[in-house]
């Protein structure tokens, strides 16, 4: 018999009210990423563009984000949902080119969307030209 305390977080908090991570990328070879926590989020109501415009504007007046403030910041790729495998590299998943958020206009909730979803945020050109050759420095 289950209870409360035993269901998972995405079973308890609804899609109209998530906490989504993002991975704001500066650099693929550099690892350079810093990590924004958004809260209550209606994925329901939200689409791909006003996501991608709520996290440019925390980039631009949030302290703490200055370095990040020049990068170019055009393309969100799914990183993982809640309690899904996790991909080796760090700030990026490499696999499932399928997984970029292409479409602006469409609700995160289409693209399954819920409580700690995890999504990376970069410049696609960078990000391509990092796939040719994914290796990174120190």
Same mark, same amino acid.
């Given at each position: 018999m289950s209870n409360e305390h035993d269901a998972?977080?995405?079973?308890t908090i609804p899609r109209t !009210?998530?906490?989504l991570t993002i991975r704001v &990328?500066? !650099?693929?070879?550099y690892r350079t990423e =810093? /990590?924004?926590i958004l809260h209550n989020i209606n994925c329901e109501t939200t689409t &791909?563009?006003?996501? =991608?415009e709520l996290v440019r504007q925390a980039v631009q007046t949030t302290p703490g984000w200055k370095p990040y403030r020049n990068a170019t910041l055009d393309t969100m790729k799914l990183y993982t949902k809640a309690h899904g495998s996790k991909t080796t590299n760090l700030i990026i998943n490499l696999d499932h080119d399928e997984w970029i958020l292409d479409d602006d206009s469409k609700l995160l909730a289409? /693209?399954?969307f819920e409580n700690e979803t995890e999504v990376s945020?970069?410049?696609r050109e960078l990000y391509e030209e990092f796939k040719k050759h994914p290796e990174t420095k120190w």
């Open positions: 998972l977080m995405t079973e !009210s998530a906490t &990328v500066k !650099s693929f070879e =810093k /990590h924004l &791909v563009g006003q996501l =991608k289409d /693209h399954g945020f970069f410049g």
